[in-house]
């Protein structure tokens, strides 16, 4: 089930716990990439039926932001990583 | 320099205080408001590297005066209260590799003990209080039911809780309700 997430600082945690802030795979357009491409990073998203990133924050642990991969069907936790560790953040 | 005089007044002194519960199992809760005199939440500088024995020559020397909190994030905790001018000397120990949030205003601790006190515990929290996972000094960001709070393990069978100001007293009434099975002493004043 997804319902613990395994954080790399604090061991597994109850969802409850955590912030979920949607897909990690898309990226941030250059300031000058028009509108169609501001509008879709800002706006659009799929819903995808499977293996998927999202960030989760852990708002009442560590307060780390996370990047959990998942099944989004049968809820499966592949990877839990924090999200500098994958030079997603600073 | 504050221009009058602030009145310093207990967050847990409106709170219920007595007996609750069962009247003798053996296993009775112990409840108390501990003093609160400082909070410093310590935060490394980026790439500041490993500063956990920087931050412990802030500490006031007591066994659980550094309390990890997350990556690069600690609370230095301790009963006496801190000057502005003890405040900015500490600041200068962490010459500039960590900075200081005072936040003895802001979070409250309770001491909570007894034999059955990983059971009451437990009811709140999904993190693992067993002694061989929870290790006496060791703390934990966690949830207790809806709020949130830094569990660390005193002893055996003793734990502190640290939370925000505001939540101070819902906890305490929810640790009461959660000890009643057990018993429960609940202690404000020193
Ligand atoms: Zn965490």
Redesign the interface.
Same mark, same amino acid.
């Given at each position: 089930m997804a319902s613990?997430i395994a954080c790399p600082? $604090?061991?597994?945690?109850?969802k409850?716990?955590f912030t979920v802030k949607g897909d990690a795979a898309i990226a941030r357009p250059a300031a000058d990439a028009g509108e169609d491409a501001w509008y879709a990073y800002v706006y659009l998203r799929d819903n995808p039926r499977g293996r998927h990133k999202e960030y989760w924050h852990?708002t009442?642990? $560590?307060?780390?932001w996370l990047v959990v991969e998942r099944d989004t069907v049968t809820h499966v936790v592949y990877a839990v990583l924090?999200a500098s560790a994958q030079g997603e953040t600073? | 320099m504050v221009d009058f005089a602030l009145f310093h007044r207990s967050a847990l002194a409106g709170a219920k205080t007595g007996s609750f519960g069962a009247a003798s199992t053996g296993s009775r809760i112990a409840l108390t408001a501990l003093s609160e005199g400082h909070v410093l939440h310590v935060l490394a500088a980026h790439g500041s590297g490993a500063l956990r024995g920087l931050v412990a020559q802030i500490g006031d020397g007591g066994p659980y005066a550094v309390r990890a909190y997350g990556p690069g994030q600690w609370f230095v905790v301790g009963d006496a209260a801190l000057s502005a001018a003890d405040l900015s000397g500490k600041a200068a120990l962490l010459a500039s590799r960590a900075s200081i949030a005072d936040q003895s205003h802001g979070r409250v601790r309770i001491g909570i003990g007894g034999a059955s006190v990983e059971a009451v515990l437990a009811k709140g929290t999904a993190v693992d209080l067993d002694q061989a996972n929870f290790a006496i000094g060791h703390s934990a960001m966690t949830l207790i039911g809806h709020i949130s709070a830094l569990i660390t393990r005193t002893g055996v069978e003793s734990f502190e809780l640290m939370v925000l100001r505001g939540f101070a007293e819902s906890l305490w009434d929810d640790l009461v309700q959660m000890s009643l099975e057990f018993g429960v002493e609940a202690k404000t004043a020193d």
């Open positions: 613990l600082h $604090c061991g597994p945690r109850p409850e716990e852990h009442s642990g $560590c307060r780390r924090d600073a | -």
